[in-house]
């Protein structure tokens, strides 16, 4: 929902709910609105004596109205997996200002190079319009592509999965990325950005298709993601304890899947709960915007239980370390929050390790979402990342609005 179709009483909600401190003057619903957003467990549990269940889905719907969060649409298109999924992906183009563009000659039979094409790979459990703040300042400026992972957003559910109970592995998310790109970027140069699993799953594109990284990417942007080993993450648990759970959950999530229907009616009915649990392991920061901690929630929520139990082994499997070489040589950005509990920033200090050349750039009091967190950084090196692999004029800025 776009900011013109706001309702200006749930607009004055949301704004007197987003400072500390402001929550008071909000009423009730802002009261309501502070807890969903704030949501730790302990939050939760005093929220339930003070406010209602009805005016916390109130404040959730109010919040949900209000944020033009993930509202950014480009031109449609589909691509077909090797297995058949259907992938969906949109296009930002270029825009092209005629009135002020001066006169070409071309040589008669010569084509224009084709324009770099920036394709955006989100993480687990999200979707293409994580990357809401980043599409926003690049839009009009440089040719991107975003598209939503198998089984998530508009992408259909993976038909391995649900025909032959295939387990998802990186390496099919590379082949996916390949689909998309064949799809919606057949020529031209290329600059790859992944966030957490579709950082990954650029990896395990260069890994099965070297020869594509060698001839036209000019320019990589891994965010928030790893090479491997995140079987050895505690996720700010105990150690002892997470290790317990390490056992246990792979098989604990797969009886869950089996039960979605009865699973997912438990999810809505403790709403409150996995909002604080999104908010711990997606931000770091005291003071993020309601309205964004709403959004990411909303991503994470669409995604069913027996999705989040299809991926989740691919995690345990994934080791891309030796696929890193195929991007030496060219412009690469490492960007990871400096509290991210999810995919460790020492895991971002290996990956840049391995390509010495590479900026790396660890974001203070930043979490495992830190494209919408911390986007004003994000953006600013990504938009650096691509002057230096010729996508966009260097002096050229990206734009600064949300909408």
Not at 82 to 90: A, V
Not at 288 to 311: C, H, K, L, N, Y
Request: with cysteine.
């Amino acid at each position: 929902m776009s900011e013109t179709s706001t309702g200006a009483a749930a607009q004055a909600v949301t704004e007197a709910a987003a400072g500390a401190g402001n929550w008071r003057r909000a009423g009730l619903a802002g009261a309501a609105i502070g807890v969903v957003a704030a949501g730790a467990a302990a939050g939760v549990a005093i929220e339930r004596l003070t406010v209602g269940r009805g005016m916390r889905k109130k404040a959730r719907l109010a919040l949900d109205a209000s944020g033009p969060y993930g509202s950014l649409r480009g031109t449609p298109g589909q691509a077909y997996a090797d297995d058949g999924t259907q992938l969906s992906y949109e296009v930002d183009e270029v825009e092209q200002d005629t009135a002020q563009a001066p006169r070409r000659r071309r040589l008669f039979g010569r084509k224009a190079p084709a324009p770099v094409t920036v394709v955006f790979s989100h993480g687990y459990c999200l979707s293409q319009d994580s990357w809401h703040f980043q599409r926003a300042a690049l839009r009009g400026v440089v040719r991107c592509v975003y598209w939503d992972q198998r089984s998530h957003g508009r992408s259909e559910r993976g038909a391995a999965q649900l025909t032959d109970r295939t387990p998802v592995s990186i390496d099919q998310l590379g082949r996916d990325l390949k689909a998309v790109i064949d799809a919606a970027a057949p020529e031209g140069p290329i600059v790859l950005v992944g966030h957490s699993m579709g950082g990954m799953t650029t990896m395990a594109l260069a890994d099965h298709f070297p020869e594509l990284i060698r001839e036209r990417v000019v320019g990589v942007a891994l965010v928030g993601t790893s090479s491997g080993r995140l079987g050895e993450v505690n996720f700010g648990l105990p150690i002892a304890g997470m290790n317990a759970v390490r056992r246990v959950l792979p098989g604990v999530l797969k009886a869950l899947g089996s039960q979605a229907d009865l699973v997912e009616k438990g999810r809505r009915a403790t709403a409150d709960l996995f909002a604080g649990i999104i908010k711990r392991y997606s931000f770091s920061s005291k003071d993020v915007d309601p309205a964004i901690s709403r959004f990411a929630e909303r991503m994470i929520e669409s995604t069913p239980i027996d999705v989040v139990a299809e991926f989740y082994p691919a995690f345990a499997e994934h080791d891309k370390t030796k696929a890193l070489k195929h991007f030496a040589g060219m412009p690469v950005l490492v960007l990871a929050g400096d509290k991210d509990l999810v995919t460790p920033s020492e895991h971002s200090e290996v990956i840049a390790d391995l390509l010495p050349d590479a900026e790396l750039v660890l974001v203070p009091d930043a979490g495992h979402l830190v494209m919408l967190e911390h986007p004003e950084v994000v953006t600013d090196r990504l938009a650096d990342l691509l002057g230096r692999a010729g996508a966009v004029p260097e002096a050229a800025g990206a734009r600064t609005s949300s909408g």
